[in-house]
């Protein structure tokens, strides 16, 4: 061989070596996601808890940040301090706060493990070893992608970081309240049950069967209060409603609303949307008039957004006029990003009862979403006569 001939081989051989080390990425995925701390006070078993008619938990959504990757998130930094404030103004009263769930959309990218490592992680262990609390985290759209197909290998990627920073917080597959191999779940406390929904294949089959067979099988006389929360809204009036239907949301509309209408659903928390949007759908069955709210919640930290318009529901209410369907928009997001804070909602369960308080922070400190900052997820007995 030549020296020239040597020269090239020696050249080629150098030159991948050297473009791998100026690329800052490229190790990004072999960074094993860090695991959340387990809750210092978990939930207990379910069977446990059978007698708890009194307690809170925390709804809130969209946390990523603009500086994911690179520093813990600041805005979302901000919700944290309110939320283990609050934690700690009602440990010890009658309604203490018990878990937290957040309705997606963790960071930006959900399958760059640095972004969940560095910006993410450490935050939630401060709620679950400062606040001791259990953390519950619905799959949002950055988190696992909106690919449709569960073999998108985006998808894959991005769940099995959900699934490894999520292994000490949500029920083990080989468990009843789990999906295998789906960021699905649900789990029971006290009088309430809570199903989690990953809304980015709402329109997924397998998904849509369990969580029936879930809220089919429940003994209704314990669980009098149903929540399900999940990344999109099933209406809003925020950019990612308004005149534009996305897939999800149809799908949530189409396939979920009716069974949840079949099994009296209180409450969908959600976000997507990141402002604060509040809805109640009203309809009739054989037991009588019943409400469901669909409570908006993505002030967690991700830029906000605004008000953008009314959505068209002419079609949704059309088919659904067997039930009766009604739809009421209680309480609607500003139409400047400033109107629409940095927040997180307090949820007080009362029984058969439930009541919420949207609770602004930095700049949202005294904000009033109903001309209040409070709402009850009731509707008034008709006075008698």
């Not at 860090?34 to 379910?46: F, G, H, K, S």
């Amino acid at each position: 061989m030549n020296p020239r001939t040597r020269y090239v081989l020696l050249l080629l051989t150098f030159v991948p070596a050297f473009i791998r080390a100026e690329t800052p990425q490229q190790p990004a995925p072999l960074q094993p996601v860090q695991a959340i701390t387990r809750p210092r006070n978990p939930l207990p078993p379910e069977a446990a808890s059978a007698n708890i008619q009194h307690f809170s938990f925390i709804a809130y959504g969209d946390t990523r940040g603009r500086r994911d990757g690179e520093q813990v998130q600041y805005e979302h930094s901000l919700v944290m301090d309110g939320m283990l404030a609050a934690i700690k103004r009602l440990e010890g009263t009658e309604y203490p706060i018990r878990f937290v769930l957040q309705s997606g959309d963790a960071v930006v990218d959900g399958r760059d493990p640095r972004q969940l490592n560095v910006s993410f992680v450490p935050l939630i262990n401060r709620l679950t070893t400062e606040g001791g609390l259990p953390y519950f985290l619905a799959a949002g759209n950055h988190d696992v992608t909106s690919a449709e197909n569960l073999d998108s290998p985006e998808r894959i990627l991005g769940l099995r970081n959900y699934l490894q920073m999520m292994v000490n917080l949500i029920p083990p597959d080989n468990t009843s309240r789990r999906l295998p191999e789906y960021p699905a779940f649900a789990f029971g406390y006290g009088n309430t049950f809570v199903v989690a929904i990953d809304s980015n294949i709402a329109s997924d089959k397998t998904q849509f069967e369990w969580v029936k067979a879930q809220l089919e099988g429940l003994d209704r006389k314990r669980y009098v209060n149903v929540i399900v929360f999940c990344h999109h809204p099933v209406f809003s009036s925020g950019p990612h409603g308004a005149s534009h239907v996305e897939p999800p949301t149809l799908a949530l509309r189409t396939l979920y609303m009716p069974l949840f209408r079949t099994h009296h659903v209180k409450v969908i928390f959600s976000g997507h949307d990141h402002l604060f949007d509040h809805w109640i759908e009203r309809y009739t069955d054989d037991t009588g008039i019943h409400r469901m709210d669909n409570v908006v919640s993505g002030g967690g930290g991700a830029p906000l957004y605004q008000y953008s318009g009314e959505p068209d529901l002419s079609e949704y209410l059309r088919s659904n006029q067997a039930a009766k369907v009604q739809v009421q928009h209680l309480a609607k997001p500003g139409v400047e990003p400033g109107e629409n804070p940095y927040h997180f909602v307090l949820v007080r369960v009362d029984g058969e009862n439930i009541d919420i308080e949207a609770i602004g922070v930095d700049f949202g400190r005294g904000w009033q979403p109903y001309q209040t900052n409070k709402a009850s997820l009731r509707d008034s007995p008709p006075p008698q006569h």
